[in-house]
């Protein structure tokens, strides 16, 4: 993912080039209607941490006890992966900002027929709406992540077109945005440092920052300035691999709640929150790949904590700033599962592919998504 010997040569650049068509891209952010100044408005926004609700298992609790533990945790916003109307219906009344999601399957229905995507919103969002609070759509997960969806690319904009248009005849565009997950590795050369690294103006105390940063200076490049992001999936691991153990994953989710709460920003944009959903709510035992994948929840399917956490406060038990853990600090043994990974077998990792040998830059950055102000 990461091409360090190349980083100078691109350093005109700055911190990043984008991979994807750039006709694409830029369509896709023209679906963000009337983009205010990037200070705008955003200190009216909640500053709250937000939190994955996978369904992926077959021993989870009920919605209403999931959106409990939720709120539990002090979340202020959730995002799950489809429109199932248990969960929606659970969600009305919580007083959470709920994300929906869809499969990237759906995509190609939505873009030939306005029908069908009205339809889509009538059934997913009208019937809900406002007791479950809706704020954004997501149309695909992490759709440029996988070259074999390369026949959806060119569907996803006017799928987006004809939801938006379905949200405008019904009142909703200005309360609900429509974006897409897009995965990190949609850049060619993020240019990140790894421990402190300054650039020009700018000096980098971890790698996250950066790489927000990074989607940040490429939006730039292509005319976009105004854009915000929102972090759509970070996390990190308890078992399954190499330096993915409880240790690991309270100093990484504890760090990572209190450096986006302190609302510092990033070097770019200081001062600007950005949005962020940790991954996972809960274990997910039916999660297919590497080891890992079943093993990213802050709790038990039972609701019993893995290792104490608060979305509010970190809990941590990482002493000082809320920056994150220098290089080389966490603790790299296995949880004692002896499930390890033969050296060298995933050493790097893109966005939307959560490996099972995790580099100890410490940080995943999942997936982001556009947010107008």
Known sequence: MYDRSQSKKKEKARFGTLQISTMLLLAVLCMIPNLPSVRGNYVTEPQTMGVNYGQVANNLPSDADAVNLIKNLGAGRVKIYNTDAGTLKALANSGLEVVVGMSNDEIPSLATSAEVADQWIVTNVVAYVPATNITVILVGNELFADPTNSNIWPQLVP???????????????????????????????????????????????????????????????????NVRIALSESGWPTAGGIGANISNA??????????????????????????????ALFNEDMKPGAPTEQHWGVLYPNGSAVYPFSLTTGLSSSPGSPNFPSPGSPDSSTNGSGELDPPGGTSHYACGDRPSVLPLSFTFLGSMFNLRI
């Not at 402190?196 to 927000?212: H, I, K, P, R």
């Not at 450096?259 to 991954?279: A, E, M, N």
Request: aromatic share 12%.
């Open 159 to 225: 799928a987006i077109q004809n939801l938006q248009t379905s949200l405008t005849t019904h009142g909703l565009a200005s309360s609900i945005k429509l974006s897409t997950a897009c995965e990190f590795s949609i850049l060619t050369n993020s240019y990140p440092p790894s421990a402190v690294l300054t650039d020009g103006q700018f000096g980098y105390t971890n790698l996250l920052e950066a790489q927000l940063d990074a989607i940040y200076y490429a939006m730039e490049a292509l005319g976009f300035k």
């Open 250 to 279: 309270q100093a990484y989710n504890g760090n990572l709640v209190k450096y986006i709460l302190s609302g510092q920003g990033t070097p770019k944009r200081p001062q600007v929150f950005v949005p962020t959903y940790v991954f």
